[in-house]
């Protein structure tokens, strides 16, 4: 298991999806599914740096388990306010123009970028985890 | 990030590079300051974009809704990028090339 644990904060947000790409790519994922890895773990990221914390702000922290079943697996944790983002309703993506919203386009993107999103409360924490198939072994 | 330009009566905005949320953040205060669409038409080339974020998409649902179907585009959209449009369905509402 690797992990990397960065303060819940934009600047945290490049060095946390580098890290995720480097496991990847250590894993030999294919380039389109490391982008669509990415995709979902941005998605998830940018909603922990902007809701979980109030102003004292605080951590969010990146785990890969060392999974070797065709799985790839991304934990994503934060100590911050229960709050499950992915219990919202999905955003209506046949409405027309003038009816759409873009609330819940992130969440939406990182449900269908991967096979399985959660959310778990417990102990303190969220914890969103996310599970992609792959091509590699 | 971008670049904006005026061509054949209609706003050209070139975009380069990801448009995460980071870069997309920049890119729509440049686009604030600079565009301002009144009647032209407006359309995002994104031949060198390879990633976009939902960030990116709430920016295009934001000018699409000002200029609507016929004086809003987006061009150069490769496979990767079309797919993320398609699964906001986007290429509902907008004309996508």
Do not use: W
């Amino acid at each position: 298991m690797k992990s990397l644990k960065l303060k819940a904060e934009m600047e945290s947000l490049s060095p946390l999806l580098e890290f995720i790409r480097d496991q990847a790519v250590e894993k030999q994922i294919n380039p389109d599914e490391i982008q669509e890895v990415e995709l979902a773990c941005e998605e998830i990221l940018v909603n922990v740096i902007q809701y979980a914390y109030s102003e004292d702000g605080g951590d969010v922290e990146i785990r890969v388990p060392d999974r070797k079943d065709g799985f790839f697996e991304i934990e994503i944790t934060d100590s911050g306010e229960h709050f499950d983002f992915l219990s919202l309703p999905n955003p209506d993506t046949d409405s027309p123009l003038k009816d759409r919203i873009s609330g819940g386009l992130g969440i939406h993107l990182a449900r269908q970028m991967m096979d399985e999103v959660s959310y778990q409360r417990a102990g303190g924490f969220n914890k969103v985890n996310l599970i992609k198939k792959t091509e590699a072994v | 990030m971008v670049e904006i330009r005026e061509e054949e009566g209609k706003i050209m905005c070139v975009f380069s590079g990801r448009m995460d949320t980071v870069n997309t953040g920049e890119v729509e205060k440049e686009l604030a300051e600079k565009l301002v669409p009144k009647e032209q038409s407006v359309e995002f080339k994104l031949d060198e974009v390879d990633y976009v974020a939902s960030s990116f998409l709430r920016l295009c649902l934001k000018y699409a809704k000002a200029g609507g179907k016929t004086r809003f585009k987006i061009t150069g959209v490769s496979p990767n990028v079309k797919k993320v449009f398609k699964i906001a369905g986007f290429d509902k509402i907008m004309t996508i090339e």
